[in-house]
């Protein structure tokens, strides 16, 4: 069975869109693309290199037509993301110039990937597609990188839906640009009690 880990970059309230760039996703008239630019340092680049190792990704379709465009010229800045399986779920993309493309149309078929041989499997972006691993207990990590920020609008990560789950924290860090960064491992059910007893 394969790990699909979620990466997200994500404001204090929640929000994942376009924080790579002001035309990178201005969907329901969002304003603010590029929103994690002012808080680059070195720090945060060092960990941005260790998520970036090349690995199978599963992304959404729209994240995959933004990524299209623009990685196969530029993987000087992510070493193997040509190279990798690039897994997209859609149901209206059937095929791609980016080599080393695998369209998948359903949940069934993202089970099954998940439960096939392979490399573990991350997610970046694609808020549709996270919303639908969450609800569907099919996220075994998350890597947030949160900014101390409110957008007050956009596509959210915990938007409706997700399941309740509990995770334990594997990794933290805060980069002197104030970004927390945690990775988290599920580990099963949420337990509940009473406090001071």
């Known amino acids: 069975m394969r790990k699909i880990t979620v990466l997200s970059f994500i404001s204090l309230d929640g929000v994942m869109q376009a924080p790579g760039g002001p035309e990178e996703d201005t969907s329901g008239g969002f304003k603010y693309g590029g929103w994690v630019a002012p808080y680059g340092d070195e720090v945060g680049g060092k960990v941005m290199q260790k998520l970036m190792k090349p690995t199978d990704l599963l992304l959404g379709r ?10 196969p010229e530029h993987a000087d800045n992510w070493q193997g993301i040509n190279e990798v399986t690039k897994y997209v779920l859609s149901k209206t993309m059937k095929n791609s110039d980016w080599k080393n493309s695998v369209f998948l149309e359903n949940l069934s078929d993202i089970k099954k990937l998940k439960n096939s041989k392979g490399s573990d499997i991350k997610v970046w972006g694609s808020s549709k597609l996270v919303q639908l691993l969450l609800k569907n207990d099919l996220v075994d990590e998350l890597w947030l990188l949160i900014y101390p920020l409110t957008l007050g609008q956009g596509k959210k990560l915990f938007a409706d839906g997700a399941i309740p789950t509990a995770y334990t924290l594997v990794e933290s860090i805060v980069i002197p640009s104030g970004v927390i960064i945690v990775n988290y491992k599920r580990i099963g059910e949420v337990r509940t009690g009473t406090i001071g007893t």
């Open 62 to 71: 729209k994240t995959f037509e933004i990524w299209a465009n623009y990685w």
